[in-house]
């Protein structure tokens, strides 16, 4: 089975960004690590980032195509997109949603995801370990 990995936007600056709250790796480095755990799972993965919510809507609809099932950190789109949700909603696979860091330990702004009602669960807090998380969860929801 094969999982689309979405990442949204800034996530492309890991490493540099903030390092603070999301930690030293890279986005190299995470996809490196959901390689290894999709393998360990017998999933696939393809691995995605983007700096636009319509590039990223554009996946979500192809994907019902493509894969099946979908981890996703939307970034900051987490907490304003309604576009991204409605994609996630008529894809009609699994989702699961990604934090790297505990979004209900910072600003009142990151408290609300659009993406949460429309995911199968959600993750935050556990850095890139998260990721690990939710392709292990994904391979138990798609046996
Ligand atoms: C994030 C949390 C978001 O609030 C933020 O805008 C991000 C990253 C995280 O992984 O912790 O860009 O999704």
């Known amino acids: 089975k ?57 996946w979500i609809q192809q994907a019902r195509e493509s894969a099946d099932a979908i981890l996703i950190n939307p970034a900051a789109y987490s907490h304003t997109s309604v576009a991204i949700h409605d994609a996630l909603k008529a894809a009609g696979l699994p989702v699961a949603e990604v934090h790297l860091s505990n979004i209900h330990q910072r600003e009142a702004f990151r408290h609300h995801s659009y993406v949460s009602a429309v995911a199968f669960g959600v993750i935050c807090g556990f850095g890139a370990t998260g990721y690990r998380m939710a392709l292990t969860a994904l391979a138990e929801r798609l046996k």
């Not at 390092?19 to 996809?31: M, N, R, S, V």
């Not at 999709?38 to 983007?50: P, T």
């Open 2 to 58: 094969r999982v689309l990995v979405l990442n949204g936007p800034n996530l492309n600056m890991l490493g540099v960004r903030e390092p603070d709250i999301y930690g030293a790796l890279t986005l190299k480095d995470i996809e490196a690590l959901c390689a290894e755990t999709a393998a360990e799972v017998g999933l696939s993965v393809d691995f995605r980032q983007s700096n636009h919510e319509g590039e990223l809507v554009t």
